[in-house]
């Protein structure tokens, strides 16, 4: 398996051990600005039975096409693109080669045509619902691709124990996301209506679920940090008002009401039966995300949410996304399973062919490549592949302080450095 960051890694290494339970599972991490760290990783908890990282490049010459049966693409819609044309043309010509598998970590509510074209060319696509299974074909079918890739399931990561009514302390959960919403003054806010929700019910408990520590990364740009808001906040976070990290799963244990903005933990949630709330309190935008949201009758704001309003939520959405608790979720992966396995036991695959080609796109195709290194036709371009390939394990130590000197540099220019240019350009 193939991932670029902490959600896309979880995504994967937990699709693969639905697909097929008993495996052995490879894990490579494709080297770049979201690359995980340790802690990120043993919080996700999805475990590898090895680990290393390795650029873009140098997966598609040295993966072993006769040592895996299936490939796991956890990454971006471009990396997906780019390690889809070369495969292809490192596996060209083979009789035997192992099934590609890839998908979305969570809700798709932006670039869905984007998205899904350049996702196009695996054997297996991976809906996490009845809803985007829908979508996923009405794209291809669209641009008159096969739609044949296209697998209903569910998220992988979804489970724990059902929720079964109020804990002591009452607990409300923000969960926090890197870039939903954008702005200093949206961020600020929504932190603001946490304390002040902790303040008005001194007997509940509202934590702050954030998603990295400060110096991480994850799949999405965290210009403003939470922490660094809560810091520059008057006055301290009231006793029953606290941020935490941790596995999402644990989080949910405790939790009594869960609020968002369009997180993928509202899906978690809403699973367990804890109730949820999508906030309406920044509006319904397609920038936000919580437009997915519409009709599930989890959408609320704070103020609704202060006088003590629990939304209950709309049972065929619940069944349309795939989080609905009866009993279907264990069969969510029979159809994914069953069509991975008919494809691995089958005497020949067809070569890769995805719908974007320096025919099809020719525009947008090659500067895709290029990032990862590849030319056109999916070979390394002659600087990438002269480069040594870097071996070892998962972060060596010998270059761990200049790596993570380097990403500090990158990450100060993203979230104090940019802000102020894009503030400047402005005036």
């Known amino acids: 398996m193939l991932a670029d960051s902490d959600t896309r890694w979880k995504w994967g290494a937990l699709t693969a051990y639905r697909i097929q339970s008993d495996i052995r ?5 494709l080297r770049g600005r979201a690359t995980p760290t340790v802690r990120q990783l043993d919080e996700v908890g999805a475990r590898a039975d090895s680990l290393r990282e390795i650029r873009g490049v140098d997966f598609v010459r ?53 998205g899904l074209l350049l996702r196009h060319g695996a054997d297996v696509v991976l809906a996490n619902s009845r809803h985007d ?102 006055g301290p976070l009231p006793p029953n008002c606290r941020l935490v990290y941790g596995n999402m799963g644990e989080v949910l244990d405790r939790t009594d009401l869960m609020v968002t903005v369009s997180s993928t933990a509202a899906l978690e949630s809403l699973h367990r039966g804890i109730p949820t709330a999508v906030l309406t309190d920044l509006g319904i935008r397609e920038s936000l995300g919580n437009h997915h949201f519409l009709g599930s009758g989890c959408l609320a704001s704070w103020d609704e949410l202060d006088a003590g309003h629990r939304p209950e939520p709309d049972q065929e959405w619940l ?60 070979e390394p371009l002659p600087g990438y592949a002269d480069a040594p390939e870097e071996t070892g394990g998962l972060r060596r130590v010998a270059r761990e302080t200049v790596r993570e000197a380097a990403r500090g540099a990158y990450r100060h220019g993203v979230q104090r450095v940019a802000p102020a240019i894009r503030r400047w350009g402005q005036l």
Not at 25 to 29: I, N, Q, T
Not at 98 to 106: A, H, K, S
Not at 143 to 165: I, N, Q
Not at 321 to 348: C, I, M, N, P, S
């Open 133 to 234: 299974a829908d979508r996923f074909r009405e794209v291809y079918r669209g641009v008159g691709a096969d739609d044949g890739s296209v697998v209903e399931c569910a998220l992988p990561f979804l489970g724990g124990d059902r929720y079964t009514g109020e804990g002591d302390p009452y607990t409300v959960v923000f969960a926090a996301q890197p870039s939903v919403p954008e702005s200093r003054a949206d961020r600020t806010y929504l932190l603001r209506r946490a304390v002040e929700h902790a303040r008005k019910h001194p007997g509940r408990e509202v934590l702050i679920k954030l998603r990295s520590k400060p110096g991480e990364h994850t799949t999405h740009i965290e210009e403003l940090p939470y922490q660094k808001l809560a810091a520059k906040a008057p």
């Open 319 to 378: 069944a349309r996304q795939g989080v609905a608790a009866d009993g279907a979720y264990e069969k969510a992966f029979d159809t994914a399973r069953a069509r991975v396995t008919e494809l691995r036991e089958a005497e020949h695959l067809p070569a890769i062919s995805p719908y974007y080609t320096p025919r099809t796109a020719p525009g947008y195709l090659p500067g895709i490549l290029a990032r990862h290194g590849l030319d056109p036709q999916g």
């Open 62 to 114: 040295s993966i072993d096409r006769t040592r895996y049966d299936v490939v796991v693409l956890a990454l971006v819609g471009g990396a997906v693109q780019a390690m889809l044309h070369g495969l292809a043309r490192a596996w060209d010509g083979a009789a035997r080669r192992p099934v590609v598998v890839t998908g979305y970590v969570g809700v798709v509510y932006e670039k869905l045509a984007d």
């Open 25 to 29: 599972l490879d894990g490579y991490l």
